[in-house]
């Protein structure tokens, strides 16, 4: 029996950061790039594209990020390979990584982008709880990352790649509200991680309009299970 034709293989990418809504409060977001032709032509998707003969996966996947938004993660991680035979009109497989972004960097790589010239009009940064319709079966694969990142939370550091070196626990915790989606309790919320032995207070603080707070980096020196979208070290580079 032979094949009456193949299956091609597309790459795509889940970038999330925390950006502040208008209230001040702190959301997930991820950007998206508007379909300019059919299938789905004028809906939203991940940014993504094909597979080359001549590149790995995650090279095209840092490839095709790079092209629509000008975003440069250090590390990609994959996140898994989504190939529902319905998934497109076609028989396409897609390959998803993920990475985490602190929103200076998202700043400095974007504004970078839009200098050279280069930046295309079609992306735009969404709040995880605002997505529109997407494309494909792309909102299964954001879903996906999310249920991930909440899976990932109690037992990496998952939520350091979205924060400074130095923090304050107040920071910490607005990053794991966010991840999770719900409001923690501060006085639990200190007592869980100074217990947990995974951050180490600096003898620097931050000052402002209210009490001074203390700031705390991550102990380096504490091998956790899982690194999840930040790399083996935190700092790895393809």
Avoid: C
């Avoid at 550091?157 to 923690?184: M, Q, S, W």
């Avoid at 980096?217 to 899982?226: F, I, W």
């Avoid at 930040?230 to 393809?238: D, I, N, V, W």
């Amino acid at each position: 029996m032979t094949q009456s034709r193949g299956i091609d293989v597309a790459v795509s990418t889940v970038i999330l950061t925390l950006r502040r809504t208008d209230d001040g409060s702190a959301v997930l977001a991820l950007p998206l790039v508007l379909r300019t032709r059919e299938p789905f032509a004028g809906q939203w998707a991940l940014p993504g594209g094909w597979l080359t003969e001549t590149e790995s996966p995650v090279d095209a996947a840092a490839r095709t990020l790079a092209a629509t938004t000008g975003l440069t993660p250090s590390y990609l991680e994959q996140l898994y390979a989504f190939g529902a035979v319905d998934r497109s009109p076609t028989r396409v497989v897609s390959i998803v990584y993920w990475a985490l972004l602190r929103q200076d960097d998202v700043d400095a790589q974007s504004s970078t982008h839009r200098a050279s010239g280069r930046a295309p009009e079609n992306v735009r940064w969404f709040g995880l709880d605002e997505l529109p319709a997407l494309a494909f079966d792309h909102a299964k694969i954001v879903e996906y990352a999310l249920w991930r990142l909440r899976s990932k939370v109690g037992y990496s550091r998952v939520a350091h790649g979205f924060l400074p070196a130095e923090f304050t626990l107040a920071d910490l915790r607005e990053a794991y509200e966010a991840i999770l989606g719900k409001n923690l309790d501060p006085a639990n919320f200190r007592r869980q991680v100074e217990s947990a032995g995974n951050l180490l207070p600096t003898d620097r603080f931050r000052t402002g309009n209210h009490r001074p707070a203390r700031l705390y980096r991550y102990n380096t020196d504490v091998e956790l299970a899982d690194h999840g979208p930040l790399g083996p070290e935190e700092t790895s580079t393809r």
